[in-house]
């Protein structure tokens, strides 16, 4: 078993910037793969970036160039600095750890932009 518990969400004016964190415990060497999605009210949750234990990353069209998702596999975490921030990107954000058979999934933090 893998717990996630994200911190970082919060309230942000258009333009600005918001840091998010995942700390992973339990079965914590067993993860490979980590990543962040996020869901909007109304809309199906959508993948933001993912990260390998070796730090190769990938990104969602729409964040590419204002988000960042980086990992220190000695402290079980991954972060998603999130910059230039726009009000479309309001949505809960879930983090997530996969381990050869199972995806976990965090239980999500409130991102709010305002215009």
């Known amino acids: 078993q893998v717990q996630l518990v994200e911190s970082g969400g919060g309230l942000v004016q258009a333009g600005g910037s918001l840091r998010l964190s995942c700390a992973a415990s339990?079965?914590?060497?067993?993860?490979?793969?980590m990543g962040w999605y996020r869901q909007a009210p109304g809309k199906q949750r959508e993948l933001v970036a993912g990260?390998?234990?070796?730090?190769?990353?990938n990104y969602a069209d729409f964040v590419k160039g204002r988000f960042t998702i980086s990992r220190d596999n000695a402290k079980n975490t991954v972060y998603l600095q999130m910059n230039s921030l726009k009000p479309e990107d309001t949505a809960v954000y879930y983090c997530?750890?996969?381990?050869?058979?199972?995806?976990?999934w965090g239980q999500g933090t409130q991102v709010t932009v305002s215009s």
């Open positions: 990260i390998t234990r070796g730090g190769r990353s």
């Open positions: 997530t750890a996969e381990t050869v058979v199972t995806l976990y």
């Open positions: 339990g079965n914590r060497f067993s993860i490979n793969d």
